[in-house]
């Protein structure tokens, strides 16, 4: 049971958009920044946006993140197959002073 | 450019204790605001956080395994040190570590290594 609670999975056909909610509390996403990691078949996770909407030198901006309250989202709009992937959201959490992931989201491209 | 690479065994006996080296390149743990965090994913699941440590030394662990977890620095030879007590079959994982970014980020993440918990 992860802390952070996003959807188990996610489906979107090319050229569309899609959104991935992340909900926390107010120790972690109420009160940090949210970062988003993708996270390709087989390989290691990669930052994808940090501070709750900022893109790493290298990200599209077809990705972009948000954030109000508790709750954060990732959106990726012009999907692509090459986004088929796991994302997860992440943040600190005051109350256990430490870092808690999601429970990732398996994203689909019909 | 900044690289990590874990390593450390592939299979370990129940019980055993598991040593995880961090080995990285491209930034100093002697640096103001730069940490090193462990993370580990079983097998078809997610992400999990389990430690980190700053330059400073400041330490911090996940309360669920804090008392089974020690990390630890040594500057001079650019690696962090990731040690578990009394391993268990549900340890069994693909065991990350991740530099750490000024806002908290983990940017840049090292390959990962499978450690699988078997007698």
């Known amino acids: 049971q992860s802390v952070l609670t996003q959807p188990p999975s996610a489906s979107g056909t090319p050229g569309q958009k899609v959104t991935i909610s992340c909900s926390g509390g107010?120790?972690?996403?109420?009160?940090?920044?949210v970062n988003w990691y993708q996270q390709l078949p087989g390989m290691a996770p990669k930052l994808l946006i940090y501070?709750?909407?900022q893109r790493p030198s290298g990200v599209p901006d077809r990705f972009s993140g948000s954030k109000s309250g508790t709750s954060a989202s990732l959106a990726i709009s012009g999907l692509q197959s090459e986004d088929e992937a796991d994302y997860y959201c992440?943040?600190?959490?005051?109350?256990?002073?430490?870092?808690?992931f999601g429970g990732g989201t398996q994203l689909t491209v019909l | 450019q900044i690289t990590l690479k874990e390593s450390g065994p592939t299979l370990v006996k129940p019980t055993q204790t598991l040593t995880l080296t961090c080995t990285f390149s491209g930034f100093s743990l002697t640096t103001s605001g730069v940490g090193v965090g462990w993370i580990r994913q079983p097998p078809g699941k997610a992400l999990e956080w389990l430690a980190l440590?700053?330059?400073?030394?400041?330490?911090h662990y996940s309360p669920s395994l804090k008392s089974r977890l020690t990390i630890t620095k040594d500057t001079s030879k650019n690696q962090v040190v990731l040690t578990m007590t009394n391993i268990d079959p549900v340890d069994t994982a693909t065991y990350f570590c991740?530099?750490?970014?000024?806002?908290?980020?983990?940017?840049?993440w090292g390959q990962g290594t499978l450690v699988t918990v078997s007698s």
């Open positions: 991740a530099h750490i970014g000024l806002r908290g980020e983990y940017d840049y």
């Open positions: 440590i700053y330059w400073d030394d400041d330490q």
């Open positions: 501070s709750n909407n």
């Open positions: 107010s120790s972690n996403v109420g009160s940090n920044r």
């Open positions: 992440a943040a600190w959490d005051d109350r256990l002073n430490g870092a808690v």
